[in-house]
């Protein structure tokens, strides 16, 4: 019998994560559904999706009444809101999480957008947060800005799963990767256990295309527009390159021959935005070993609907990622300052989210308190 398409993604090596989250999905069953429909194993988070879970209401009505009468203000509403469904999320996935080690059944949620500049600061409140959610299958998101990066270090240091998000360029990916090697060494160091140490590298995609092609298109040539759709998977393919040599290097060997487990590379933005491109793009170009690419619901339904595996399609691509980005170079197109101006965008979106959640929630308080 063949293999669902998911399914044969996951045995090529790709764990599937749910990029989305909410109390319906949980109380109506349709989160545990998705991991025997379609093989999923994990879910992330963002203020984003929150924002929309909570902004559309459904089963949030009475626990914000509830919130309101305790006297919780709107950043501790948010944080009981978030915190309780990860808390639930991971309960579904602890039997994902228990066979597999600890290496999926993973549930992220991400520090408030506002700390993104703010090391100590994100480092409190991702204590705070793991903690609050107080399992061992939870993950907590920092972006990686440069005040993140130590961060990162920090809190890996304190023996706390990390999903580091809003990746693009290659150099800062690298620079991940040293701050979570750092951390385990940290805490190697301070004796803690670094086999329950987990971590993924969320390394952004279709954002990519989408600045790169606008800017190639721009250029009016048709040398420039034979370039569009390529980038986004080149950069990623190319960051899988830097992840083998990295963890294929004696500083991280010593560490997994200590029980150490590998910062898998995350593939996130997933869903296609150019309708042009197959909606199964980033997925079906980014199979590889020991990666996850965590889904919107409609590229999950749609890989599921008729993606096709042809083995990896990755690790044997990096000469013809790096002619690629060359031939864009060639273009006039700025990758480093693409990829800087993709990272202010992204912590401006979740900014954003993160006002409108705030707004929501403060809304709903006054009514719940009318």
């Known amino acids: 019998m063949t293999p669902s398409p998911t399914a044969a993604l996951s045995a090529a090596g790709v764990s599937i994560w749910l990029d989305d989250l909410s109390r319906k999905r949980i109380e109506s069953g349709e989160l545990r559904a998705l991991q025997a ?3 999923v194993v994990g879910v992330t988070t963002n203020p984003t999706i929150f924002a929309g879970a909570i902004g559309g209401g459904v089963g949030y009505g009475d626990r914000i009444a509830a919130c309101a009468a305790s006297g919780l203000d709107v950043a501790a509403t948010i944080v009981e809101l978030t915190t309780s469904d990860v808390a639930d999320a991971c309960d579904i996935f602890a039997d994902v999480y228990a066979a597999t080690g600890g290496r999926d059944g993973r549930v992220s949620i991400e520090v408030e957008p506002g700390l993104a500049r703010d090391t100590a600061g994100t480092v409190a409140q991702a ?4 903690q ?3 399992r061992p299958n939870a993950m907590i998101k920092i972006p990686a800005t440069l005040e993140g990066l130590e961060a990162i270090t920090a809190v890996i240091a304190a023996g706390i799963s990390v999903n580091v998000t809003l990746i693009f360029s290659l150099e800062r990916y690298r620079q991940v990767m040293n701050a979570y090697l750092t951390g385990l060494e940290q805490a190697r160091a301070a004796g803690i256990d670094i086999s329950g140490i987990h971590s993924v590298a969320s390394f952004f995609i279709s954002r990519v295309d989408t ?7 721009a250029l009016g040539t048709a040398e420039a527009a034979a370039l569009t759709g390529q980038a986004g998977v080149a950069n990623a393919r190319l960051a899988y390159e830097a992840y083998t040599e990295a963890f294929g290097s004696e500083r991280a060997r010593f560490l997994t021959e200590l029980g150490a487990n590998l910062q898998r590379p995350l593939w996130a933005s997933t869903g296609v935005k150019n309708p042009e491109l197959p909606d199964t793009l980033y997925v079906s170009e980014l199979v590889a ?6 889904m919107p619901e409609a590229t999950l339904l749609a890989f599921a609907d008729h ?3 042809r083995g990896d399609t990755v690790s044997t691509e990096f000469l013809e990622s790096n002619q690629v980005l060359n031939a864009i170079d ?8 693409v990829t800087a101006q993709l990272e202010r965008e992204g912590l401006a979106k979740f900014d954003a989210s993160w006002t409108e959640l705030c707004d929501t929630v403060g809304r709903a ?3 719940a308190g009318a």
């Open 307 to 309: 993606g096709v595996v």
């Open 211 to 217: 600045e790169i092609d606008a800017r190639l298109l």
């Open 365 to 367: 308080l006054q009514e």
């Open 37 to 39: 429909s379609h093989t």
């Open 289 to 294: 070993a020991d990666v996850v690419n965590t």
């Open 127 to 130: 204590i705070e947060l793991w």
């Open 330 to 337: 060639a273009q006039g197109v700025d990758y480093v300052e």
């Open 132 to 134: 609050r959610v107080d």
